[in-house]
């Protein structure tokens, strides 16, 4: 994989580090929003940062696990979060590779990280959601297993951005 190694995380990483590959990847959310017509408030991403951190260990064993992959260098090119919506289900979140790291495999590595720590939790299903745009996720899940419903799931961004539900995709995987 180019020397980008995947790892689990037991504790939050330094924030600043969090922060700068967090903000990358809900500034290219806000700009696909902004693409399909959406008018975005400039602090969205500030408040979305927020929003992280108030939650943060959601993120985190027992309930959810952080995924982060690293260059050589240290640097965090990728991350995906998962966490438990109930006793069988976890939820995966925020799945983003920086653009030098696409097509080296980080993002199916980084969902296949977050399969096995959700079979280590005892899991039995996996689900995401994904905005129309993002065709590189709408691509990827089903390589991996994954299944596009045909009908919403209550997911985080379903209950939270009502507005955004006519324009997700849904996917689970039975582990």
Not at 60 to 79: E, F, M, Y
Not at 107 to 125: H, S
Request: hydrophobic residues 40%.
């Amino acid at each position: 994989m180019h020397d980008i190694t995947i790892a689990l995380c037991k504790s939050l990483p330094p924030r600043d580090e969090l922060d700068d590959i967090l903000s990358q990847y809900y500034a290219l959310i806000v700009l696909r929003m902004q693409q399909m017509g959406f008018e975005i408030d400039p602090a969205a991403p500030k408040s979305a940062l927020a929003e992280f951190w108030a939650n943060a260990n959601d993120y985190l064993t027992p309930n959810g696990c952080l995924v982060v992959a690293r260059k050589g260098d240290g640097q965090i090119v990728g991350c995906g979060m998962m966490k438990r919506l109930d006793h069988d289900t976890g939820e995966l979140k925020r799945v983003f590779v920086t653009q030098e790291a696409r097509g080296t495999g980080t993002g199916k590595a980084l969902i296949m990280a977050r399969e096995q720590a959700a079979r280590d939790m005892g899991l039995k299903r996996l689900i995401a959601d994904t905005l129309t745009p993002n065709v590189e996720m709408r691509s990827l899940y089903p390589k991996l297993g994954f299944v596009e419903l045909d009908v919403p799931v209550e997911t985080t961004t379903y209950k939270d951005q009502p507005m955004l539900r006519p324009h997700l995709h849904y996917f689970s995987k039975d582990l």
